[in-house]
Nanobody, 120 residues
Framework: QVQVVESGGGLVQPGGSLTLSCAAS????????MGWYRQPPGNQRELVST???????MYNDSVKGRFTISIDNAKNTVYLQMNSLEPEDTAVYYC??????????????WGQGTQVTVSS
C-alpha cells in the first residue's frame, strides 16, 4: 500500500505566498518523479510542475518564475513554493507520485487534493 498525503493549502490574498507539501509513504522500491496538478473550478485538471528524482524540473508556462518545485528524496516528499499568487491560481491542487513498486512495475498514485484559494 502507498499513501500520498498533501498539506499546506488555504486562503491567501493576491500577491501572497503558500507552500504545498506532499509525502509518499508505504511499500515501494523507488520514486521516479513527483509533481503537482491543479483543477480550477469548472475546468479540467492541468499540470503545474514536476520534478524527477535527479532534480530535473518542468513548469506550466502560467507559473514559471512564480512557483518553485523541489524534492527531498530521503523523505519522499515534494514541495511547491508558490509566490505572487493570482486569483487564477485558485484550484484544488493534487500531488502525483510516479514510482517503482515492490514488484518492479511503474505505478502512479494521487493524493486527495488540497484547496488553494486566492482572494481578497
Amino acid at each position: 500500500q502507498v499513501q500520498v498525503v498533501e498539506s499546506g493549502g488555504g486562503l491567501v490574498q493576491p500577491g501572497g505566498s503558500l507552500t504545498l507539501s506532499c509525502a509518499a509513504s508505504g511499500s515501494f522500491f523507488r520514486i521516479n518523479a513527483m509533481g503537482w496538478y491543479r483543477q480550477p473550478p469548472g475546468n479540467q485538471r492541468e499540470l503545474v510542475s514536476t520534478v524527477t528524482r535527479g532534480g530535473g524540473t518542468m513548469y506550466n508556462d502560467s507559473v514559471k518564475g512564480r512557483f518553485t518545485i523541489s524534492i527531498d528524496n530521503a523523505k519522499n516528499t515534494v514541495y511547491l513554493q508558490m509566490n505572487s499568487l493570482e486569483p487564477e491560481d485558485t484550484a484544488v491542487y493534487y500531488c502525483q507520485v510516479d514510482l517503482v513498486s515492490i514488484c518492479g512495475g511503474n505505478r502512479i498514485y494521487w493524493g486527495q487534493g488540497t484547496q488553494v484559494t486566492v482572494s481578497s
